[in-house]
């Protein structure tokens, strides 16, 4: 499995941006992709998260409201949609996956990592 993320960029608080996770040699449906964001000096934390099948959402408290997570199946695509900007939100955004539907908000149940795209939020 390979996930290549795409889409980030700098942005003035209040903006917008929209990350991209394609994902190459997933072979089930039973499996869940997340956004993860790392910014200097700070562990990985959870962001959003879908299912693959179902598409279940889910989201930490900080980007509810302001975060759209989604999926194109036909694409193996998933895509984080992201308004309303913050400073906060600078950091490296990762997508990953792991197998098997069950939520799970820590990266160290993730199995499959891309290689992180930047999020820069000016004030």
């Known amino acids: 499995v390979q996930l290549q993320a795409s889409g980030g960029g700098s942005v003035q608080a209040g903006g917008s941006l929209r990350l991209s996770c394609v994902v190459s040699g997933r072979t089930t449906n039973d499996a869940a992709t997340a956004w993860f964001h790392q910014a200097p000096g700070k562990e990985r934390e959870f962001v959003a998260s879908?299912?693959?099948?179902?598409?279940?959402?889910y989201y930490t408290d900080s980007v509810k409201g302001r975060f759209t997570v989604s999926k194109v199946s036909a694409k193996n695509t998933v895509y984080l949609q992201m308004n309303s900007l913050k400073p906060e939100d600078t950091a490296v955004y990762y997508c990953?996956?792991?197998?098997?539907?069950?939520?799970?908000?820590?990266?160290?149940?993730?199995?499959?990592w891309g290689q992180g795209t930047l999020v820069t939020v000016s004030s």
């Open positions: 879908i299912r693959w099948s179902g598409g279940n959402t």
């Open positions: 990953a996956l792991r197998w098997g539907s069950t939520v799970h908000y820590t990266s160290d149940r993730y199995t499959f």
